[in-house]
């Protein structure tokens, strides 16, 4: 199996797209005849998270496949993620964001959500709006490296325990029932001195990452061959479900009840259709793939900038041109903030990867002979 599984790559990718959509979706509002122009055309489009989700449970999984070094995985996602939001963080404390208080850019750039007693999973967001969801991914990178270091071999499972576990309890001790909605965080007494911990553990939307990692284990295990012809089948259905969700705003939410059921649906049947038949190359997509978290991580800050300088050229645009300027704009950004940030951030990871494997190396023939 390749290390980049197109498919997956490709999704990541959309599902970024369909965010920054979502959040341009006010351009198109109330400028045409159908006021609601921007919902009905990209007012599912949240629904990206719930979807960045699970493909960052399938692709933890596989990176790991063959490395169990905790060193190295924390390395990777440290350079990965942090640098690029620092970056733009930066930028928007310095121009749109430097109204807030100090302490409320300290909270944000160390990715604690604005207020643990507001409706989770978002709990108030971040001050660099989709930066909230980097708080999980966090957390998920913290069970899983704990996981790993327990056992290599059964990390899945143990990852899986360590996020399912907190909401259970939690809920049947201070809800008195399940609920795997993403607004069904229990009510802890905000007395309780770990209160905003203990939110934002028990958050149902961290299931999500364990259906990534079962999805990997599906996808990789599941020896059944299916004819070409149902493969397309399943494809179709599936796309064509997740269209019915999508523009019917059915269970528009986040977490299991909502986005992580039409996440579901469209995992099912490309990974199906990627394990049976295949997912040809394309530039675009890869290239789309690769500047999804960049794109991602940066766009709200161009949506912010433009309602707080509110320029004159902008706001003599009609609703479609503002829509194509402000995707041309934040495209255009993401492309350079991916070669410019992005890449040499993980350039460097990769070189301190080398030298934590090189030390490894040097460090083994000498406990051989020690033992």
């Not at 921007?38 to 960045?52: N, R, S, Y």
């Not at 989700?53 to 350079?79: P, Q």
């Not at 900038?305 to 194509?324: C, D, H, L, R, T």
């Amino acid at each position: 199996m390749n290390s980049k599984i197109l498919s997956i790559h490709y999704l990541r990718g959309i599902a970024a797209l369909l965010v920054v959509f979502f959040h341009f979706s006010i351009y198109l509002d109330n400028y045409y005849v159908q006021k609601d122009l921007g919902w009905i055309l990209f007012g599912g489009g949240a629904f990206g998270v719930d979807l960045f989700f699970m493909i960052s449970g399938f692709v933890i999984v596989l990176s790991t496949k063959n490395s169990n070094s905790k060193s190295i995985f924390l390395v990777r996602r440290f350079f990965r993620v942090y640098p690029p939001f620092i970056f733009i963080f930066a930028i928007g404390s310095l121009t749109v964001y430097n109204s807030n208080s100090l302490l409320d850019l300290v909270r944000a750039s160390l990715l604690i959500h604005k207020d643990y007693s507001l409706p989770s999973p978002s709990f108030g967001f971040n001050i660099l709006g989709t930066a909230w969801t980097l708080t999980y991914e966090l957390y998920f990178y913290l069970t899983f490296v704990i996981a790993m270091g327990i056992n290599h071999k059964y990390r899945v499972v143990l990852s899986s325990l360590f996020l399912i576990t907190p909401i259970l309890v939690l809920q049947l001790l201070y809800t008195g029932s399940l609920s795997f909605s993403g607004d069904a965080s229990p009510n802890i007494p905000q007395t309780n001195p770990l209160y905003g911990l203990l939110r934002f553990v028990s958050s149902p939307i961290l299931v999500e990452f364990i259906m990534g990692m079962v999805f990997y284990e599906i996808f990789t295990k599941m020896k059944i061959k299916i004819t070409e012809g149902t493969t397309q089948l399943i494809l179709a259905l599936s796309c064509g479900l997740f269209l019915t969700f999508y523009f019917g705003n059915f269970n528009n939410e986040f977490g299991m009840h909502g986005f992580g059921i039409w996440s579901i649906i469209l995992l099912f049947g490309v990974l199906t259709y990627d394990k049976q038949i295949g997912i040809k190359e394309n530039k675009l997509f890869n290239l789309l793939g690769d500047i999804s978290f960049s794109l991602y991580i940066s766009h709200y800050i161009f949506v912010n900038a433009i309602a707080v300088y509110s320029p004159n050229f902008f706001a003599s645009m009609s609703g479609i041109s503002k829509f194509f300027f402000m995707t041309t704009l934040t495209g255009t950004a993401a492309i350079v903030m991916h070669y410019v940030i992005e890449k040499p951030s993980i350039k460097i990871g990769k070189r301190i990867e080398m030298f934590l494997k090189q030390k490894k190396n040097d460090i083994a023939p000498i406990n051989k002979i020690l033992t």
